[in-house]
């Protein structure tokens, strides 16, 4: 069984929808919680990490993570056409250890 | 400030040849993690490097290796090439390791074996 896993969609809404993105996990030692964005040909940046539990609000994003279930989720609100990107999740149960990725979910915003 | 730079951008290689690919961090930070990126596979952790020694190593053979010179670039060479090798390699560096916040990645350079 994968550490983390993403349905790699693909994913496609029209603009101004809300996007609604998961990763499920099976080490519970996670404690960081991440969510890149990759456009095509380049390296992945960092939208958002979280420690352990709860939500997190940036701006048209929201993290969630849900320790219990070992699930979590990054929303979208308002998709724009330039949020057309492959999302990836990550994980890390800290300083010293290695993130674990999905796979990446890939998301077209149409307009 | 600058970015993590990788290099070079694309290459092509003949199966049984070896490669060498470089990554240059962010000044002053001094962890150099590399990744595998395959569509099926995704991202997979291939080594980091931390103060010039390998800290974590992922489940990759042998053929796959690295170093960390004392300015903190990072190459990783890859021997013995196979057809599977073919993959966009991707280096990040942050100040240490495991912190989420400012773990940055380069644009990866796309290796393409024949």
């Known amino acids: 069984q994968k550490e983390v896993e993403q349905d790699p969609g693909p994913l496609s809404v029209p603009e101004g929808a809300i996007v609604s993105l998961n990763c499920t996990y099976s080490?519970?030692?996670?404690?960081?919680f991440m969510w890149y964005r990759q456009y095509s040909r380049k390296g992945p940046e960092l939208l958002m990490y979280t420690y352990s539990s709860g939500n997190k609000e940036d701006g048209r994003f929201t993290a969630q993570v849900d320790k219990s279930s070992k699930y979590i989720s990054l929303f979208i609100r308002d998709s724009q056409p330039s949020d057309s990107a492959t999302y990836l999740c990550?994980?890390?149960?800290?300083?010293?250890?290695?993130?674990?990725f999905g796979t990446g979910t890939s998301l077209t915003v149409i307009p | 400030k600058a970015g993590v730079t990788q290099t070079p951008r694309y290459l092509i290689k003949t199966r049984g040849q070896q490669v060498t690919l470089s990554c240059s961090p962010i000044s002053g930070h001094r962890s150099v993690s590399w990744y595998q990126q395959t569509p099926g596979q995704g991202l997979q952790f291939l080594f980091e490097?931390?103060?010039?020694?390998?800290?974590n190593k992922g489940n990759f053979p042998g053929r796959f290796s690295g170093r960390q010179f004392s300015n903190s670039r990072s190459e990783m060479n890859v021997s013995t090439l196979e057809l599977g090798d073919s993959a966009l390699y991707l280096c990040?560096?942050?100040?240490?390791?495991?912190?989420?916040?400012?773990?940055?990645f380069g644009s990866g350079t796309r290796l393409t074996v024949v």
């Open positions: 490097y931390f103060s010039e020694t390998q800290r």
């Open positions: 990040a560096s942050s100040i240490d390791s495991g912190r989420p916040y400012g773990y940055t």
């Open positions: 080490n519970s030692a996670f404690q960081y």
């Open positions: 990550a994980m890390s149960a800290g300083t010293g250890n290695q993130f674990y």
